[in-house]
């Protein structure tokens, strides 16, 4: 037979508390939602603190004192060098159109200007060229590059290899300008 045990204050349950399972209380209402914001918080502080972590690893941000004002440093025009005309340069002048005998006439027009040695005419590989440009190779060379465009009455002058000569493994490079005539190239007659 079972046995009884004598009733204690544990056996007697008020009705109001409405305990299910074990003995535990329902939730209460809302209880979630103070979960969700607390869990949104921690999330939106862990963010901004790791944003501004980057900042500060990435010097964007500078917590230092910045009271103190210093001037700031005039700028300084870059030196352009002075157009000059060095007869002894090596210079090719190639026609990027498809008119006839336009490199010999830009050839003429430097002749006259005082350049009269070492120039080569020949034809670019491509006949759309529209902007005449200067090219030269050394930035020793930018003076006699600006005096042959002003010589030929162009403004585009470019420091670039793209006409460099190829040489042998420890010869000294050759420097040469290059005028590659575009469309818009009006020589003097």
């Given at each position: 037979?079972?046995?009884?045990?004598?009733?204690?204050?544990?056996?007697?349950?008020?009705?109001?508390l409405?305990?299910?399972?074990?003995h535990?209380?329902?939730?209460?209402?809302?209880?979630?939602?103070?979960?969700?914001?607390w869990?949104a918080?921690?999330?939106v502080?862990?963010?901004?603190?790791?944003?501004?972590?980057?900042?500060?690893?990435?010097?964007?941000?500078?917590?230092t004192?910045?009271?103190?004002?210093?001037?700031?440093?005039?700028p300084?025009?870059?030196?352009?060098?002075v157009?000059?005309?060095?007869p002894?340069?090596?210079?090719?002048?190639?026609n990027?159109?498809?008119?006839?005998?336009?490199?010999?006439?830009?050839?003429?027009?430097?002749?006259?200007?005082?350049?009269?040695?070492?120039?080569?005419?020949?034809?670019?590989?491509?006949?759309?060229?529209?902007?005449?440009?200067?090219?030269?190779?050394?930035?020793?060379?930018e003076g006699?590059?600006?005096?042959?465009?002003?010589?030929?009455?162009?403004?585009?002058i470019?420091?670039?290899?793209?006409?460099?000569?190829?040489?042998?493994?420890?010869?000294?490079?050759v420097?040469?300008?290059?005028?590659?005539?575009?469309s818009?190239?009006?020589?003097?007659?």
């Amino acid at each position: 037979m079972a046995e009884h045990y004598a009733k204690d204050r544990f056996d007697e349950i008020p009705d109001d508390l409405k305990r299910v399972g074990a003995h535990r209380a329902p939730p209460k209402p809302g209880r979630g939602w103070v979960i969700f914001l607390w869990a949104a918080l921690a999330t939106v502080v862990l963010v901004v603190a790791g944003i501004l972590g980057l900042f500060v690893l990435s010097d964007r941000v500078n917590f230092t004192d910045t009271t103190t004002s210093t001037a700031a440093p005039e700028p300084t025009e870059t030196p352009v060098a002075v157009a000059t005309i060095d007869p002894e340069a090596m210079v090719t002048v190639l026609n990027g159109t498809t008119t006839k005998g336009l490199a010999t006439r830009a050839i003429a027009q430097l002749n006259e200007a005082g350049w009269t040695q070492n120039i080569t005419p020949g034809n670019a590989s491509a006949t759309d060229v529209t902007t005449t440009a200067v090219y030269y190779e050394d930035p020793s060379q930018e003076g006699a590059a600006r005096g042959l465009a002003e010589a030929l009455g162009v403004s585009n002058i470019q420091l670039s290899t793209q006409f460099q000569i190829p040489v042998e493994e420890g010869e000294e490079p050759v420097f040469q300008l290059t005028v590659v005539l575009g469309s818009d190239f009006a020589p003097e007659d």
